[in-house]
């Protein structure tokens, strides 16, 4: 970073004026102008802004969807009860056959928390088959 100067640069002649902000620019790198005082021409290093760029789209905020009913099931819709293990914004992960399984909460048509740890999911049948849940079926 260079020291500023101790005094401002102005001079009498804007030739002169110019003359210096040419050295100055090729020195330095940093393009130099002259400005017009009262007092005479000033040197001034020419500060260039960079264009303009709108923000960035915000990313869509992710809410946490909410419990839909399981009463009622039409056809093609399945009823599962789980053991709980952890709902998160966008997941329910469940404890089934000595494994934890996790269901997105947009393939699932409804779920409800029961009494204590357990946890009642509904679902189509085409998500429960896709899972491996085929053998828990009944009917399909």
């Known amino acids: ?6 005094e401002p640069m102005i001079y009498p002649q804007r030739n002169v004026a110019s003359l210096i902000a040419e050295r100055l ?6 393009k130099h102008g002259v400005v017009q005082l ?4 000033q040197v001034v290093p020419i500060t260039v802004c960079p264009d303009y ?4 789209k915000p990313k869509p905020v992710i809410t946490t969807s909410k419990p839909v009913s399981v009463v009622g099931l039409k056809e093609g819709e399945v009823l599962f009860e789980f053991d709980l293990v952890g709902e998160g914004i966008t997941y329910i992960t469940v404890f089934h056959n000595g494994k934890q399984m996790a269901f997105g909460k947009s393939t699932l048509l409804g779920w409800e928390k029961k009494d204590g740890n357990k946890i009642a999911l509904k679902m189509s049948a085409a998500v429960a088959k ?3 849940l085929v053998s828990e ?4």
């Open 53 to 56: 760029m709108p923000p960035a």
């Open 1 to 6: 970073m260079s020291a500023l100067p101790a």
């Open 25 to 30: 620019t090729t020195y330095k790198g940093k």
């Open 38 to 41: 009262p007092q005479g021409y």
């Open 130 to 132: 896709k899972r491996g």
């Open 137 to 140: 079926l009944k009917s399909l």
